[in-house]
């Protein structure tokens, strides 16, 4: 799939690649690459919700260029945020896929915007409603009360219509939000905005969402979507940390001392999987395409969650791509140390040539969504959607619709295995 790769501090190439190298990334050894965030500092209150949430993906910033090549992101952390972002995040939050071929009922969300998608997943599962003429209004903000709600239904958090005593002096026990404050409340996600109010009718936050999302995580039982999600955020942020260091320095200089930043590679992986990661950061070649950490887990083509407990999660995927490396099944173990989820094993099978790739037999639909929600992972441009042309030799013919480029893309729908553009 085409994937546009850039550098930063984290960089957005080595997030979201799968199958590509350090040549194909243009990374800069020894570039003095830009923080993570232009506007949200380590030391704020912000930086680990919104850290948390974009390293599972489940909210994006805004490219910034910075005068290294390399690529920052503003995040925005005190905007308020559209009914339309909250679509997103929730979505994303929840394990949706990025991708969904049903129409929105909504008169005012045409199929060529660019939330239709994840504002129709949540309509179908009837988290979302629209306002009295039917409408959802996408730029309208969301206030405390309706995202206590949207937070509720779309996680499924315990819920009792009648349990309205929320202990705030500003949340009537008659009123239509109490029991959605109440649960929230009870599941440890608020607080307040202090220690007597709730502030119903204030506006929420890009920041403020991504930490209900991110208490939501550390206190409720993860779901197999949740499980997923959970297991991306910690691999991409694994990786993130294992290649920043990489590049430090260029092929054939001595590696950067992995001592430097081992505290920081600590964070996300187990002491028992330490070994590997030295072994493989010592290897990583520094002038050639390649990496040993490739797998994006942005898709569940072929996903089978093998545990999902209080201290493990275990799962694999398939992706299946051309260009240099082989489709693949991706392997992850994860283990709970402290309270801190960190990548315990990462196995990668190929299947060289393509051959031995299992059967899939996917539908068009499923090739759609396959397709549109990997994409939208990696791309760098607005994908609006593929478009189901023809079916040819076993192949199923798309039209790529994106802001950028638009063009025929093929799929096998037994293997899944993408064709090159027409």
């Not at 995202?147 to 219509?161: H, T």
Request: proline content about 3%.
């Amino acid at each position: 799939m085409e994937e546009k790769t850039m550098t930063n501090r984290l960089t957005k190439g080595i997030l979201t690649t799968v199958g590509a190298g350090i040549l194909s990334l243009g990374l800069t050894a020894g570039a003095e690459a830009e923080e993570l965030f232009t506007d949200v500092s380590v030391n704020s209150d912000a930086f680990e919700p919104i850290e948390n949430a974009f390293f599972k993906k489940v909210m994006t910033g805004y490219e910034v260029q910075n005068t290294d090549g390399s690529v920052s992101f503003e995040m925005r952390p005190y905007q308020e945020i559209t009914r339309a972002q909250a679509a997103k995040m929730i979505s994303n939050g929840i394990g949706n896929l990025q991708a969904t071929q049903q129409i929105s009922e909504f008169p005012d969300i045409d199929e060529w915007h660019w939330a239709h998608d994840y504002i129709t997943l949540l309509e179908t599962d009837g988290i979302v409603t629209g306002d009295q003429d039917g409408d959802f209004n996408p730029e309208n903000r969301l206030n405390r009360a309706q995202i206590a709600k949207m937070l509720v239904e779309g996680f499924d958090l315990p819920f009792d219509e009648s349990d309205t005593e929320t202990g705030f002096a500003d949340v009537s026990n008659d009123s239509w939000e109490a029991a959605y404050v109440k649960a929230l409340v009870d599941a440890g996600i608020t607080t307040g905005t202090s220690p007597d109010t709730f502030s119903s009718y204030d506006n929420v936050t890009r920041y403020q969402l991504a930490a209900f999302i991110h208490r939501i995580y550390e206190s409720k039982e993860l779901t197999d979507d949740m499980a997923w999600v959970t297991a991306r955020g910690t691999f991409n942020e694994m990786k993130n940390t294992f290649y920043s260091n990489v590049i430090k320095t260029n092929h054939g200089e001595p590696v950067y001392p992995y001592e430097n930043f081992r505290s920081d590679m600590l964070e996300t992986v187990t002491n028992a999987y330490e070994l590997t990661v030295i072994e493989n950061y010592e290897k990583q070649c520094r002038a050639c395409d390649g990496l040993y950490y490739t797998g994006g887990f942005n898709t569940k083509l072929g996903f089978e969650m093998i545990e999902n407990s209080e201290d493990t999660i275990e799962l694999k995927v398939l992706h299946t791509m051309v260009g240099l490396n082989p489709s693949a099944e991706y392997k992850l173990e994860l283990k709970k140390d402290n309270g801190t989820w960190k990548v315990n094993d990462y196995k990668r099978t190929y299947f060289q040539q393509n051959k031995g790739l299992p059967a899939l037999n996917l539908s068009i639909d499923e090739a759609a969504n396959y397709l549109e929600g990997d994409d939208r992972a990696v791309s760098t441009v607005q994908v609006y959607k593929y478009e189901y042309l023809r079916e040819t030799d076993g192949n199923y013919i798309f039209y790529r619709h994106s802001s950028e480029y638009s063009g025929e893309y093929g799929i096998d729908k037994g293997t899944g295995l993408p064709m090159s553009v027409y």
